[in-house]
């Protein structure tokens, strides 16, 4: 299949093969010609100039260009000032881009484990000349001796080419090539050995820099042999290229392995699940490093001009995505998701990145959106929030051209979703207003509440969110279930003749998303994998939707004493049916009556044993948390995207959509009482002063109370403690009174306490006995 014809995650990008260079062409079928770079003219974003490409050389004659002219010059500077001649005629390669739009989800995570990588010609090896314990008791000696000699040709003849890499690391050279999840490579030699190198005196260092140039000549222009990969994977681990003057050397190495055939993609992520979090936090944090300095450089003196290199961000975009898979193969991962984010893509222009992704997703223009995992979180809700506000004025000019067109007045309430309602039938209104106004869902929401005077500034809006989510997840109105021990609510399996409540709650939180309202909603965490199964309403109505694929974990995140339980089964090491006695059967109670339901045709009389225990327990998983809710959640999610219909979505994390959805968790009570307003009070206040002492020393659980207490929710919004907009009002009362709080406007009112002990008293009980707008 060609790359235009494959379907990446958004989270998880398929890592597909690109294209080999011209100068293969011919000696390698297996790869493919690489296409020509599309000119964009204007479009040039973030420091990648993808105009037209002009008069360029190939690797080869950059190489030849560190001529031994220049020896002495090398010699004299350290191996963080490398000089290279010649610098402009780097092979220009084209960007190497993926497309991550598509409607269902695929990731590298799918693929067997048994990939074969294609039959490539044998490497007779050198003799191993050291092994780890040689090389140990070599640095030893130089230690006491000063004689780095023997070290210097150890690092002379391994980095000299591609087969003496293999010959020194691999753990048997005479072995053939090893299993997917093998890579042959004794790790904590090659571990050793750059852990040393970096302490090394330079002339060695410039040594192996060299004998990777030379590697990476040699391989560019010979066939590749079936060790190669091995070379790769080593030299990738290399400190050095923490250094920018090694870029050139990192970009050409980064640039090979980019564009290795799909099969040696498939060995490469399996090796980097193996390696330890230390080393594989270190690549990703090196090649997140490489793309920040490209796109922003210190000194730009220090790099080829960009127009000679618009090929290095892609190269190692696509490196990062090999990496980004295989952490999401490892459970639980090496590294959090959040350690593939670049700050630096929060200065670039989101919206360019994000149009080029949207006009030429299958094309070859690269674009970071591409590579979703590496955009963080804020700026991911810059794109999002954008992407809604054009989408407002797309339909609120639509209107207008309407109105006008049928020589109507205009009415300024025709550009906002207004709603009106009675707090006495909060729910039934709301649900019969959005489902009148539903070609109005995507204008800028505003709520009235009948026989209520006032303008709605944002404060009714929040107020209206937190008053219907109240009601409906209460435990009387049966739409969910609370678990206690989980904390959390999931659907309720009954059935009833009407789902379209459910989609009022995906409504709503679309609707929370599309205006950048934080919900106090506490859904486990597969609510939002399922919420993304596909991240675009496919066009066949008859496909599924909501349904992901689940495991144990993902119960044990809602019913964990269920979940021990069927872990337990698999774990059995007696007779499973004699000591079980279950049958594919699920029982639940509906409206006080036991109900069964077959987990296949025939369940009730199909035993569970040791042989298929696994089978069903897979299938009561599967039961609880995608069948049994079928159309509960299909109303739910329709109703959800009925209003966040964007690409965008696909840019996101099922994590990530939960955030926006209901804030993060992490506290920072020091940047809340940066960015706090004051009404009737100065910072300077001892009353004030006397809050944050107490507040800034309350443990974790209090302070969130204190949040809930004030906003209605004990999250932060996306973009921080700042985009609270929280507010100190003074309360000119009784200083016998407790603290009061209006959570629409995010004010805390606090009467002027005389001592610190009374203000702590007195706020402990108020956040602590307050009912407010708590779900249970």
């Known amino acids: 299949m060609s790359e235009a014809g494959r379907v990446p995650s958004p989270a998880t990008p398929l890592v597909v093969a690109a294209a080999a260079p011209e100068e293969r062409k011919g000696k390698e079928p297996e790869r493919e010609k690489l296409p020509p770079i599309v000119s964009a003219g204007a479009g040039a974003t973030a420091g990648l100039d993808r105009g037209a490409k002009g008069q360029i050389s190939t690797f080869s004659s950059f190489i030849s260009a560190v001529s031994p002219k220049k020896e002495a010059a090398e010699n004299r500077s350290s191996p963080a000032h490398l000089i290279f001649p010649n610098i402009k005629n780097v092979r220009d390669q084209p960007p190497i881009s993926l497309d991550v739009r598509q409607k269902q989800r695929i990731s590298m995570d799918a693929s067997s484990s048994e990939v074969k990588a294609p039959v490539l010609p044998e490497c007779i090896l050198p003799i191993q000349p050291k092994t780890l314990k040689d090389f140990q008791e070599g640095v030893e000696k130089v230690k ?191 590294i959090p998701y959040t350690d593939f984010y670049n700050s630096t893509l929060d200065h670039i222009d989101l919206m360019e990145e994000y149009h080029t992704w949207q006009n030429f997703g299958n094309s070859h223009r690269f674009s970071f959106c591409q590579y979703p995992f590496v955009i963080s979180i804020a700026a991911k809700k810059i794109i999002i929030q954008r992407d809604s506000e054009q989408q407002m004025i797309n339909i609120a000019r639509q209107s207008l051209v309407d109105k006008v067109s049928r020589r109507q007045r205009p009415d300024m309430n025709m550009l906002f979703l207004n709603m009106k309602v009675r707090r006495t039938h909060l729910v039934s209104d709301s649900l019969d207003e959005l489902t009148r106004k539903r070609a109005d869902l995507k204008k800028k929401l505003k709520v009235t509440f009948v026989g209520e005077a006032g303008l709605d500034m944002g404060g009714l809006t929040k107020e209206w969110f937190l008053l219907l989510i109240r009601q409906i997840f209460h435990p009387d109105y049966g739409m969910f279930t609370y678990h206690k021990d989980s904390h959390c609510h999931w659907f309720s399996s009954f059935k009833c003749d009407n789902y379209s409540e459910f989609r009022l709650v995906g409504i709503l939180m679309g609707l929370a998303v599309y205006n950048s309202i934080t919900l106090d909603i506490r859904f486990p965490p597969c609510c939002y994998k399922k919420l993304l199964s596909p991240p675009i309403i496919p066009s066949d109505q008859n496909i599924p939707v909501g349904i992901c694929s689940v495991t144990v974990d993902d119960l044990c995140q809602i019913m964990p004493e269920l979940a021990h339980g069927l872990s337990e089964l698999l774990s059995h090491e007696g007779n499973v049916e004699e000591d079980f006695y279950s049958t594919f059967q699920v029982f639940q109670e509906e409206f006080g009556i036991i109900k069964s339901y077959n987990l296949k045709p025939g369940g009730d009389k199909i035993s569970v044993t040791n042989q298929n225990r696994k089978e069903y327990v897979q299938l009561y998983t599967d039961f609880l948390l995608n069948k049994s809710i079928y159309k509960q959640f299909a109303a739910f999610y329709y109703g959800f995207h009925s209003v966040c219909a964007s690409n965008a979505l696909m840019l996101l994390r099922p994590e990530e959509v939960e955030i926006l959805v209901c804030g993060s968790p992490d506290l920072d009570m020091y940047a809340l009482q940066k960015s706090t307003q004051y009404d009737g009070y100065a910072k300077t206040d001892l009353t004030i002063k006397y809050f944050w002492d107490v507040v800034l020393g309350f443990p974790l659980d209090l302070q969130k109370k204190l949040l809930h207490f004030t906003t209605g929710s004990d999250r932060v919004p996306v973009g921080g403690m700042a985009d609270l907009n929280f507010k100190i009002s003074k309360n000119e009362t009784s200083t016998n009174w407790l603290p009061v709080a209006h959570t629409c406007f995010n004010q805390l009112c606090l009467p002027p306490y005389k001592s610190k002990k009374d203000l702590k008293q007195k706020l402990i009980i108020g956040i602590s006995n307050s009912e407010g707008f708590g779900l249970e």
């Open 144 to 334: 006491s001796s000063g004689d780095w000699k023997a070290v210097h040709d150890f690092y002379l003849t391994t980095f000299d080419s591609f087969p003496e890499l293999n010959a020194a690391f691999k753990k048997d050279v005479t072995a053939s090539f090893n299993t997917i999840e093998d890579s042959g490579i004794n790790a904590k030699f090659v571990n050793a050995v750059y852990d040393t190198l970096i302490n090394t005196p330079q002339d060695i260092q410039k040594t192996v820099l060299k004998g990777i140039i030379n590697s990476l000549l040699r391989e560019w222009k010979g066939p590749r042999t079936k060790d190669d990969l091995r070379a790769y994977f080593i030299l990738l681990q290399n400190p050095q290229f923490n250094n920018t003057s090694t870029y050139v050397i990192y970009a050409h190495l980064l640039r090979q392995i980019a564009t290795l055939v799909e099969a040696d993609h498939h060995f490469l992520v399996h090796w980097f699940k193996k390696l330890s979090q230390k080393r594989f936090k270190q690549l990703v944090e090196r090649l997140l490093q490489f793309i920040s300095l490209r796109l922003f450089p210190a000194k730009p003196e220090e790099f080829p001009p960009i127009t000679k290199c618009s090929w290095w961000i892609p190269s190692a975009a696509k490196v990062l995505a090999l990496l980004n898979t295989a952490n999401n193969l490892v459970l639980p991962p090496l």
